[in-house]
C-alpha cells in the first residue's frame, strides 16, 4: 500500500488518519523521511518513518460494502478472559493489530462481561477506546456523525443472541468507583 497525501488509512490504536506530505527530519544526525498523519479524532499528529510504514500496521479504511460484516461481528457473542491480566493481554494483542474486526471483537467481548459483572477500571476504559475508534472509522468510512455511527453499534450489540438489558445503561446506573471497589 502506498501512502497518498490525502488519502485516509487508520493507524493501530489512533484510529482514522489522514495522510499529509512527506516531510524531512534530522533524527541521530541523519536525514530521514516520515509520513506526516492527522488523526481524525482528536486531531493529533504523527510522524512514521516511510521505510517503516508498512511494518506498523497502517491500512486502508473499511470500504462501505465491509461495514455490514463489521457490525454482524459484534452480534457474534465471544468471551473475555476470566483473569484480567490475561484479558488484558489479549485486548492489547487485538488493538496492536489494527484491524476493525479486532476492535469488534473487544467491544463485543467487554460488552459480554460488562452483562454479567461490573467492569475494573482499565476494562472500561479498554470498552470505551476500542467502541471510540470503531465509531470513528465506521463514522469516517460511512460519512455519517459519530452517533449515527454509535447507534449502529448498540443496535448491533442488542441483536447478540441473549442480550436483553442496555449494558451501555446498567453500566451508567452504577456509582463511579475511586479505588476498586470503594463507592464514592
Excluded at 92 to 104: H, K, P, V
Excluded at 159 to 170: L, Q, T, V
Aim: with cysteine; hydrophobic share 35%; aromatic share 4%.
Amino acid at each position: 500500500m502506498i501512502l497518498k497525501v490525502g488519502k485516509k488509512v487508520s493507524y493501530p490504536c489512533q484510529g482514522p488518519c489522514l495522510v499529509g506530505p512527506v516531510v524531512k527530519r534530522v533524527v541521530g544526525g541523519k536525514l530521514t523521511e516520515f509520513h506526516h498523519l492527522t488523526v481524525l479524532d482528536g486531531g493529533g499528529e504523527l510522524l512514521v518513518p516511510v521505510d517503516r510504514a508498512l511494518a506498523r500496521g497502517i491500512r486502508e479504511l473499511l470500504d462501505k460494502t465491509e461495514i455490514p460484516k463489521l457490525l454482524d461481528r459484534l452480534k457474534k457473542p465471544s468471551k473475555a478472559a476470566e483473569k484480567w491480566n490475561q484479558r488484558n493481554r489479549d485486548n492489547l494483542i487485538l488493538f496492536n493489530s489494527g484491524s476493525a474486526f479486532d476492535l469488534a471483537e473487544i467491544v463485543e467481548s467487554m460488552s459480554g462481561l460488562r452483562e454479567t459483572k461490573r467492569l475494573q477500571p482499565s476494562d472500561r476504559q479498554t470498552l470505551e477506546r476500542a467502541r471510540k475508534l470503531l465509531v470513528c472509522e465506521i463514522s469516517e468510512v460511512m460519512g455519517e456523525t459519530k452517533s449515527a455511527a454509535e447507534e449502529k453499534i448498540d443496535k448491533a450489540l442488542e441483536g447478540r443472541k441473549g442480550n436483553k438489558a442496555n449494558p451501555r445503561k446498567a453500566e451508567r446506573d452504577w456509582p463511579e468507583v475511586e479505588h476498586y471497589g470503594e463507592a464514592l
